[in-house]
């Protein structure tokens, strides 16, 4: 399972046999969620979330934004299209 960005001791995580639309799974001691990217625009939106609260997710949602077009890159470069 490849991580393809890491902050605030999460790793977010495309897996190589995963399938549409494209989407992250953030992974943290807290619990783990899984955000569509909406590619190549976003915003990302939250799918599912096990073990974060709001302010956390909140802050994820906006760390997920910030580099969006690094990880719509990463989703293609693994699966092809979004």
């Known amino acids: ?5 890491r902050f ?13 639309p494209a989407h992250v799974h953030v992974k943290g001691a807290a619990g783990e969620a899984v955000f569509i990217l909406h590619c190549p625009d976003g915003p990302p939106a939250l799918r599912e979330s096990f073990g974060f609260n709001g302010p956390e997710l909140n802050k994820i949602e906006v760390e997920l934004g910030g580099v969006l077009v690094t990880l719509c890159a990463e989703w293609r470069t693994i699966h092809g299209r979004y």
């Open 1 to 5: 399972m490849p991580t393809v960005f």
């Open 8 to 20: 605030d001791g999460l790793r977010v995580v495309i897996y190589p046999n995963d399938h549409r």
